[in-house]
């Protein structure tokens, strides 16, 4: 009865404590959310965001899926991202043990030889003692500090499964928009070569009209430019895929090689694009996922922080054999035990736990701020792609025309020269627009398809 009243006692004096400060739940800043919007009135806002799409289903071509299947299992980023998930996993075990006390165990030998002139020396010359106990500590969570760490090693534990997320997500964009961009450049180097057969046909024509006294030496010299111009823009088109296909040979974990890949004309996009709604951006991109579960991991490490301020609630407990004589070691009367109950208030720690706090606030605010960033971020990124993919598809049908009209005075202006109706520089002009112009309309398809890997992937699709 009497250890019954002072531990009574002692919960009384701990209550009024534990009132002053309990551990507080992790609630979303949710005003931060519903101001978002993606400056379209193009989509359904309301609909199923195609990030819900799997990343088979938005890219169908089949070459193109063997090349992400291959950067997804070889890519070593994604691999990196997979080993931070572990060593967080084994944080996360850690923090749940928290809970349990603690156990060692410990055996001693002690030899000690007494000086003749001490209290025991003229009765013992040495003095030899065999131990072998076990010790239990354990720390009552009256305050939540241990729930607290292990809530903050658990969201750890999911930032850097939504981090390995967001590096798949990001490498599935990259090989995709990669990809579009070397068929692109293939469909450029078709455009280039037949554009260098049509000049060298027209600088045989032009000498042939030089030699009729038809014209000068000026066209035939600068339609041999002509001819050289084309071949140094097909020089840059080789070197410029074959540095692409070196860096999508580096994202699938590979040496640099030559890439297998389709035409460009059998591209297609086949998903209709919606965005959903703002709020999906909480559940579907990775990185956004990622950054709330670092505010929440220091939520929760603020919360601990806090806890360090109010006392400690110990049990330990130390119990075993102790004899001086090995043959009486295992015996009834070699048996013994401690059990001490601690209660330690801190007072005064050199400041650590002030400081402790105080950093830990600043980090929440950091973290709080890094979310609010990453969100905005997000936003831009998907409206910047809507704006892309509308703006791609208004210049295709522009240029489109533009490339009509100049193939036009192009045909108009050679037959005007063959007739002696037109100047030659008219024809060079005409056939100088028309290029740059059907390797623009070349480039803006491309555009199109980066815009629509770009809102895949803003929008956090791929991982799923």
């Given at each position: ?16 404590l ?20 993606y ?32 950067a ?115 469909e450029q ?52 895929i ?26 297609g ?39 360090r ?34 209660l ?20 929440k ?29 208004q ?70």
């Amino acid at each position: 009865m009497k250890y019954s009243i002072k531990s009574i006692l002692v919960l009384i004096c701990i209550l009024p404590l534990q009132s002053c400060f309990t551990a507080k739940d992790y609630e979303r800043p949710e005003e931060k959310i519903d101001p978002i919007n993606y400056r379209t009135d193009q989509l359904a806002a309301d609909s199923a965001s195609i990030s819900k799409v799997s990343w088979k289903q938005m890219f169908t071509d089949t070459i193109l899926q063997n090349h992400i299947e291959e950067a997804l299992e070889n890519n070593q980023d994604i691999r990196i991202a997979l080993q931070q998930i572990s060593i967080a996993n084994s944080y996360y075990k850690q923090g749940k043990a928290g809970f349990y006390p603690s156990v060692s165990m410990n055996g001693t030998y002690t030899r000690q030889e007494l000086s003749p002139n001490s209290q025991f020396g003229g009765f013992f010359s040495s003095v030899e003692q065999y131990e072998l106990n076990a010790s239990l500590s354990w720390e009552a969570d009256i305050w939540g500090k241990i729930k607290s760490n292990e809530r903050a090693a658990q969201a750890r534990f999911m930032q850097t499964e939504a981090a390995h997320k967001a590096v798949k997500t990001n490498l599935i964009s990259r090989i995709a928009s990669g990809y579009y961009q070397l068929l692109a450049l293939d469909e450029q180097v078709k455009i280039t070569e037949q554009t260098l057969e049509s000049r060298g046909k027209s600088l045989e024509t032009t000498k042939a009209l030089k030699e009729a006294g038809n014209l000068t030496s000026v066209a035939v010299s600068q339609t041999e430019a002509q001819v050289y111009a084309a071949k140094a823009l097909l020089l840059n088109l080789e070197n410029d895929i074959k540095l692409l296909e070196n860096t999508l040979s580096i994202l699938k974990g590979e040496s640099p090689a030559s890439l297998k890949r389709s035409e460009f004309s059998a591209q297609g996009v086949n998903q209709e694009l919606t965005t959903g709604v703002a709020s999906d951006l909480l559940e579907n991109r990775p990185d956004v996922i990622a950054a709330e579960y670092q505010l929440i991991n220091a939520f929760e490490l603020t919360n601990a922080a806090k806890a360090r301020f109010y006392p400690s609630v110990t049990i330990s407990a130390t119990g075993g054999f102790q004899s001086l004589n090995p043959s009486d070691f295992i015996s009834p009367n070699s048996l013994f035990l401690n059990l001490i109950g601690g209660l330690t208030q801190p007072i005064f720690n050199q400041r650590q736990i002030q400081t402790g706090y105080e950093v830990a606030l600043s980090e929440k605010q950091q973290a709080y701020l890094n979310f609010e960033k990453t969100l905005l971020t997000a936003s831009r990124e998907v409206s910047d792609a809507l704006l892309n993919y509308k703006n791609a598809t208004q210049r295709i049908e522009v240029k489109t025309k533009e490339y009509e009209a100049y193939q036009k005075a192009l045909d108009d202006s050679q037959e005007l020269l063959n007739n002696g109706l037109a100047n030659y520089l008219e024809v060079l002009n005409a056939q100088e627009n028309a290029l740059n112009t059907k390797l623009e309309v070349s480039q803006i398809h491309f555009d199109k398809f980066r815009a629509v890997v770009e809102l895949y992937r803003s929008l956090g699709g791929g991982w799923q």
